[in-house]
């Protein structure tokens, strides 16, 4: 039984799908099981909002590669010039 519902799941074509319906009328559950059609989403037309929220959120939340490099190289140097080894970790995790 399992078997045959994955060939049919995975044999259905684009906007078919299986679907379980539950309605309650008057304290009663009715069940309808069977296959409906979808429709397409429309066309998506590029507004160029996609493109603003990217760049906002690079602007806001990510580092620049030449900016963690240089951080990275400024601690290698510390590390270099002083007897004590580098700290382990940064994740605020405990031993």
Known sequence: MHFS???KLTNLSRFNAYAKIIKEEGGEQKVWKGLIRTI?????????VESEIREHTRAVC?????VIELEIRERMRRWRGSDQ?????????GP
Not at 40 to 48: D, H, I, Y
Not at 85 to 93: A, I, K
């Open 5 to 7: 519902w994955v060939q």
């Open 40 to 48: 397409a989403l429309p066309e998506v037309v590029n507004t160029g």
């Open 62 to 66: 990510c580092t620049r590669r030449e």
């Open 85 to 93: 080894p580098p700290p382990r970790g940064s994740g605020g995790h």
